[in-house]
C-alpha cells in the first residue's frame, strides 16, 4: 500500500508560480513511476506530467510544456511540481499518482490562479 498526500495548493495571481509536493508513505517509493494529474470544475481528470522512478525520464501534457516541471526526491518519499507562469486555466484540484504493483492517488489540492 502507498499513502500519498499532496500539499503547496493555494491562490495565485496570473504570471506567479507554486510548488506541489507530494509525499507518499512505503518503503517501495522508488519503484514507482509518479505523476501528476488534475481535474477543473466540470471537466474529466487530465493527465499534466510523469517521472520515472530513477527521475531520468519525464513527460508532460503539451499546455504545460516549458512551463512545469516535475521532479522526485526518493530519499524523502517525495516528488514536486513546479508550476511557473501559471494561467487562470490551470486553475484545478491537482492529484498525485503512484504507479507501480498498485495504482494510486492522493486527496488532492486546489489550485486557483486568478486573472
Known amino acids: 500500500q502507498v499513502q500519498l498526500v499532496e500539499s503547496g495548493g493555494g491562490l495565485v495571481q496570473a504570471g506567479g508560480s507554486l510548488r506541489l509536493s507530494c509525499a507518499a508513505s512505503?518503503?517501495?517509493?522508488?519503484?514507482?513511476?509518479m505523476g501528476w494529474f488534475r481535474q477543473a470544475p466540470g471537466k474529466e481528470r487530465e493527465f499534466v506530467a510523469r517521472?520515472?522512478?530513477?527521475?531520468?525520464?519525464?513527460y508532460y501534457e503539451d499546455s504545460v510544456k516549458g512551463r512545469f516541471s516535475i521532479s522526485r526526491d526518493n530519499a524523502k518519499n517525495t516528488v514536486y511540481l513546479q508550476m511557473n507562469s501559471l494561467k487562470p486555466e490551470d486553475t484545478a484540484v491537482y492529484y498525485c499518482?503512484?504507479?507501480?504493483?498498485?495504482?494510486?492517488w492522493g486527496q488532492g489540492t486546489q489550485v486557483t490562479v486568478s486573472s
Open positions: 499518482n503512484a504507479v507501480g504493483i498498485g495504482v494510486y
Open positions: 517521472i520515472s522512478w530513477s527521475g531520468g525520464s519525464t
Open positions: 512505503g518503503r517501495t517509493f522508488s519503484r514507482y513511476t
